[in-house]
């Protein structure tokens, strides 16, 4: 019953934390989402501050997304070019769906990010792209690594940019669909590896 109510506590604090804010957030709301009388204290049996809470509830999140760190397992089996970007490309989109509540949470508290999570997740995003640039580099050996990381950076921020509009600033890029989306960028971003090869 334990781990089932800290489990709880974390998957409320981190939905009220992505609709509200970490600070506009109360430990009585966390508790009375959570199924605990709020305001009675049981969050402190589980975590000792609210921060403490929001660390716990990143770092699950965040260990989802290390699976973005090898982008080369995702490919295995697959030996064609751009089918291995479709696939990475609809990945990238899936992943930052399902972690769009951390993404609001981290980016709505930049200023007042505990230490921890912010170099977490700086480390997290570092990973992702040197990941990407190991794949590109994978495909053209001979290429340059500045050209590579280039090409690896417009990759991932297309796809992020598309993604997070919406979530940041309220629009939706006109004309693309994701599956239009992903045919464009595969082909765009198939065209500057084979220049690179």
């Known amino acids: ?7 709880r506590l974390i998957d409320e604090a981190m939905r009220l934390f992505g609709e509200q804010g970490y600070r506009a957030t109360s430990v009585a709301q966390i508790e009375a989402a959570a199924g605990l009388a709020p305001g009675a204290g049981g969050l ?19 260990d989802r997304l290390r699976a973005l760190r090898d982008i080369r397992r995702i490919f295995e089996g697959l030996t064609d070019l751009r089918s291995e970007l479709t696939v990475l490309g609809r990945y ?36 992702t792209y040197r990941g990407m640039a190991d794949w590109v ?30 979530e940041f600033l309220g629009v939706r890029p006109p004309l693309l669909d994701d599956d239009r989306l992903i045919e464009e960028w595969v082909e765009t971003i198939a065209g500057r590896i084979e220049a690179l090869q």
């Open 1 to 7: 019953m334990t781990a089932a109510t800290r489990d």
């Open 44 to 62: 402190y049996h589980h975590f000792r501050s609210k921060e403490l809470l929001l660390e716990a509830g990143v770092d699950r999140q965040l």
């Open 92 to 127: 990238t989109l899936g992943i930052i769906d399902e972690e769009a509540q951390l993404l609001r949470i981290l980016s709505s508290e930049l200023r007042d990010r505990p230490r921890k999570l912010a170099d977490a997740y700086s480390g997290l995003i570092d990973e």
């Open 137 to 166: 580099s994978h495909r053209a050996p001979a290429a340059a690594r500045d050209r590579v990381e280039a090409v690896a950076t417009v990759a991932l921020n297309a796809l992020f940019a598309h993604r997070t509009m919406h």
